[in-house]
């Protein structure tokens, strides 16, 4: 079924029983004459023989078409034939309906349509007005309402620790619901019926709100209509699963019908580009919008490229069939390769610019046609090869992926130029320009994906090698023109050159540019950067641990605590702070003297810790489970708080995220040296001492060259040196001996 909306704002359910899926099966054709002949008489199916192309040579393919009649049968008639010949091959036999009737009928969810329907509300005609890949299109008028839990639980309220008070807001009303004069079902179900909200907004709706109200209504016997027409809310079980080595958890949904469900804890890209990027990736890559909210963005890359497969005619397998061309061990150590890295040198630079390849893979892939069916061809034995791998890339066709992320490079440049034009609607952009983002950063990434159809490892391969050609190239031309590069990161530069100023760096990028063909930026000049060592070893550089202050007062992080998730709040805060007063400094004696300003917030936040005045939130450690609660042998801190949750009758699976609080890190007893954070109020103390150091090591990378480098230590006075140390076990020396502080008694 299809909902509409009209100007009037009035809500219309509508089917189109022209729709008619079709998908194919490849086998000998005496078989598919057979299967034909018995589908046909088991169903309201119609068989036929056509050509289709084949994804991999481009050549033409003889295979048998089965268009469904009924919807509801798609799904039965494919199992069918897969029962009864599995030597059979299918196609576009796994896509999803809704997606294949946008594809066919040229529309996508929240276009501007118009529609010619029966009385009886089946569609006759149905034509878009609106493209997909407009910059300023109109928003539908929906009504939004807003829910979450009160108080906004810090964790997971599956895990406990939720009052079962409900915040509601809608159209500016905000109330709160909760059992004291009536259920709180009977409030909600009220407000449902009078705001008929065509979006909810939800917090932990998928994994708490929405189960708990539909228990309730059950047991109240309350008729809670979540859905706009009549039939079950469509529940999906949580699951586990593994991505590129990392145990991932992904949670219960709840969608509902005739109106959209977004769960903002469920959702990745809701949650980083909000409901103006989630209308941005549903209409571009003609996912239902519920659907686009839960999923990967790798699925929404996935879909685009299976809609320009589908409208070209070619064959979409069920799963990846292309398997990897067998290589000598010694090719296989040339090409099985990513970036390159050159080492930062570690230390204080000022006046250091950033130059930064514009979506350095997806351009590489644009431009020189590198996709999953062009690498190796059949048909163009003297194509050009990739540098160092010696692979050919096709010049007859024009990949799939290439057209895709051409349109999308382009879209997102289209945005950032109206984002310029119109400052007043700069955010709305640069939310829709990051939800493409996320799109172009996955389409390298699927090029190797194992379970991708159209992947083939050498596409991957030879944009790697491609990628790596590039960046030694900027970097050959940079230090040419006289300019020190003091790190590059796969796809971006660092580059100094004492009293060069922004249009230096600017003509610096542009000469790049025109040497390597791909798009370069001036990302940022910043005021100073600092490239921090290894903890373990101040000799090693760590690519990936520095802070740089822009021109513009703007930080770019990467390494420190306030960067990770795991870390708790009162650190990841004081880090702040003291960037913050760091951002004043604009070169090296300027940030030796506001260190002396930092170190008061450091001691500040220390004498909190001492003291007791911090609340425990702020101590919270977040840790993902790497496998179930009974199955861990040691007992690590994780391990402890999973198995006490475990305990209290919570279930936990692989990929959660669990929150605990350190208590008696050193206790005998492993139980007392963590405490859950969803049992929390059974206890009170926690580990000043490990607290501490964790706040000692958190302020230590802002010292490190200020207090190591020539002369600096007399400019700091050495109270100041040593009340942060500048190593770990120098930070045990700042310990108190308290084990266990207690937090001071509620008012």
Not at 644 to 655: E, F, K, N, S
Request: hydrophobic residues 40%; aromatic residues 8%.
């Amino acid at each position: 079924m299809i909902w509409l909306i009209e100007s009037s704002r009035s809500r219309h359910r509508l089917t189109d029983p022209s729709f008619r899926p079709c998908f194919y099966v490849e086998g000998p054709e005496a078989r598919l004459s057979r299967l034909a002949r018995t589908l046909e008489a088991r169903a309201p199916v119609s068989c036929s023989f056509t050509e289709k192309t084949c994804i991999w040579d481009g050549r033409p393919q003889r295979v048998l078409e089965v268009s469904v009649r009924q919807l509801l049968l798609f799904s039965a008639l494919v199992r069918f034939v897969r029962r009864q010949d599995n030597t059979l091959r299918l196609y576009n036999s796994d896509l999803m309906l809704a997606s294949v009737y946008c594809w066919e009928k040229q529309v996508f969810p929240l276009a501007q349509v118009e529609v010619e329907a029966d009385e009886t509300g089946k569609i006759r005609a149905l034509t878009s007005v609106d493209d997909e890949w407009a910059i300023d299109y109109e928003r539908p008028p929906l009504t939004l309402m807003q829910v979450h839990l009160e108080g906004r639980s810090v964790v997971n309220p599956r895990q406990g620790g939720w009052s079962g008070a409900i915040e509601v807001e809608v159209e500016g009303e905000r109330q709160v619901l909760d059992d004291s004069d009536q259920p709180a079902v009977v409030s909600f179900e009220r407000l449902m019926r009078v705001h008929d909200p065509d979006v909810i907004v939800s917090e932990w709706g998928d994994a708490v709100l929405f189960p708990a109200l539909l228990r309730q209504a059950r047991r109240c016997k309350v008729p809670l209509r979540l859905n706009r027409e009549a039939g079950p809310v469509e529940r999906r079980r949580a699951r586990s699963y593994v991505s590129y080595g990392r145990i991932l958890f992904k949670e219960s949904t709840t969608t509902l019908l005739g109106r959209l469900h977004v769960d903002g804890q469920n959702s990745f890209i809701a949650g980083q580009c909000e409901l103006e990027g989630l209308w941005e990736l549903a209409r571009i890559t003609k996912l239902p919008v519920q659907y686009a909210a839960r999923t990967t963005t790798g699925t929404g890359i996935s879909y685009m490229q299976m809609e320009l497969a589908y409208r070209d005619g070619v064959l979409i397998p069920e799963q990846k069939a292309e398997p990897e061309t067998p290589k000598h061990p010694d090719e296989l150590l040339l090409a099985d390769r990513g970036g390159f890295v050159f080492a930062p040198r570690p230390g204080f630079f000022e006046n250091v610019a950033e130059l930064d390849f514009v979506s350095e893979y997806p351009s590489i892939m644009a431009k020189y046609n590198i996709s999953p069916e062009t690498v190796n061809c059949p048909c163009c034995l003297e194509a050009p090869r990739v540098p160092e791998l010696g692979y050919r890339v096709c010049q007859r066709r024009r990949g799939i992926t290439s057209r895709v992320v051409e349109r999308l490079i382009h879209k997102r440049q289209l945005y950032q130029q109206q984002a310029q034009a119109h400052p007043e609607r700069a955010r709305e952009y640069q939310l829709c320009r990051e939800a493409l983002k996320w799109l172009l950063v996955c389409c390298f990434g699927y090029t190797g994906y194992k379970n991708a159809r159209f992947g083939k490892i050498e596409a991957h391969e030879a944009i790697n090698a491609m990628a790596r050609e590039k960046l030694l190239v900027a970097k050959e031309t940079a230090e040419a023109s006289g300019y020190r590069v003091l790190h590059a990161l796969v796809d971006s530069l660092y580059v100094q050159k004492p009293g060069a100023a922004g249009e230096d760096y600017q003509r610096l990028a542009r000469h790049i540019e025109a040497k390597t063909g791909l798009p370069l930026a001036l990302e940022a000049v910043y005021r100073y950067v600092v490239f921090l060592p290894s903890r373990q070893d101040a000799e090693i550089p760590v690519p990936n641990r520095f802070f740089a202050l822009s021109e513009k007062g703007e930080w770019k992080i990467r390494g420190l605590e306030c960067r990770r998730h795991d870390t708790p709040p009162l650190i990841a805060q004081m880090q702040r702070q003291v960037l913050s007063i760091l951002a004043e400094a604009h070169d090296f004696e300027s940030y030796c003297a506001k260190l002396r300003e930092a170190q008061d917030v450091y001691e500040g936040y220390r004498a909190r810790l001492q003291d007791g005045r911090v609340r425990p939130e702020e101590l919270i450690i977040r840790k993902r489970l790497t496998r179930a609660p009974g199955d861990y042998q040691s007992n690590q801190a994780t391990a402890l708080a999973a198995r006490q949750l475990d305990r209290a009758g919570v279930t936990l699976r692989p990929g959660e995220t669990v929150g605990f609080i350190l208590t008696r890190v050193d206790s005998a007893l492993p139980d007392d040296r963590v405490r859950a954070w969803a049992l929390w109020e059974s206890w009170r103390g926690y580990d000043l001492q490990a607290y501490r150091e964790a706040l000692g090591k958190a302020f230590e990378p802002f010292l490190h060259f200020a207090t190591n480098g020539p002369g600096v230590e007399s400019r700091l006075p050495r109270r100041e040196v040593a009340g942060a140390s500048s190593s770990a076990a120098s930070a045990c020396k700042l310990r108190i001996g308290t084990p266990c502080l207690q937090f001071p008694p509620a008012r």
